[in-house]
T-cell receptor
């Protein structure tokens, strides 16, 4: 089975631009979560989607948005980029079985905002 | 506000020794996660603990959860160099408002000396 894939892997943008990151989950997984990791703030939860619905949301401004498609692929968008948005963005897909949840992470997208 | 504190934040230990990483969280949580991250890499999900008294083991790592004490531990038995990594815990609290449900600890950087 292919793992979680994220595109692009690296990205350089300038302040004020917008960016869209993509995540393709493992086949059959319906839940996709997004996380941001920075040296200053550490790991922070962004969103969780399940069957095209946002199930949970982290404490981020409205510039951060996401969506999930019917094939479970997910995108996140950051508008009006700020220097502080430079981070590693991680996506994870998961499935639950017998009350147990198993999460698999993609390699991440490294975003640098200049 | 849900807060998650890990300690220690840095740990250098000899191969063959045992040690425990602690994860305290500030309010009722029904799900506690442990992750591993190698330098420059993505996250790897290690354990999900769902109930009081839950104990899970994988190789030399064992995680436990005490919901009454709001404490989870990650115990390392007879450490080997390959376990050198940063370990994160994260608590999920369904009673919090939508923006504050999943909070990560700052991570414990573990360095095992050969």
């Amino acid at each position: 089975k292919a793992g979680v894939t994220q595109t692009p892997r690296y990205l350089i943008k300038t302040r004020g631009q917008q960016v869209t990151l993509s995540c393709s989950p493992i086949s059959g997984h319906r839940s996709v979560s997004w996380y941001q990791q920075t040296p200053g703030q550490g790991l922070q939860f962004l969103f969780e989607y399940f069957s095209e619905t946002q199930r949970n949301k982290g404490n981020f401004p409205g510039r951060f948005s996401g969506r999930q498609f019917s094939n479970s692929r997910s995108e996140m968008n950051v508008s009006t980029l700020e220097l502080g948005d430079s981070a590693l963005y991680l996506c994870a897909s998961s499935f639950s079985s017998g009350g147990q949840e198993t999460q698999y992470f993609g390699p991440g997208t490294r975003l640098l905002v200049l | 506000e849900l807060k998650v504190e890990q300690n220690p934040l840095f740990l250098s230990m000899q191969e063959g020794k045992n040690y425990t990483i602690y994860c305290n969280y500030s309010t009722t949580s029904d799900r506690l996660y442990w992750y591993r991250q190698d330098p420059g890499k993505s996250l790897e999900s290690l354990f999900v603990l769902l109930s009081n008294g839950a104990v899970k083991q994988e190789g030399r790592l064992m995680a436990s959860l005490d919901t009454k004490a709001r404490l989870s531990t990650l115990h390392i038995t007879a450490a080997v160099h390959d376990l050198s990594a940063t370990y994160f815990c994260a608590a999920y609290c369904p009673l919090m408002n939508r923006d504050d449900k999943i909070i990560f600890g700052k991570g414990t950087r573990l360095h095992i000396l050969p």
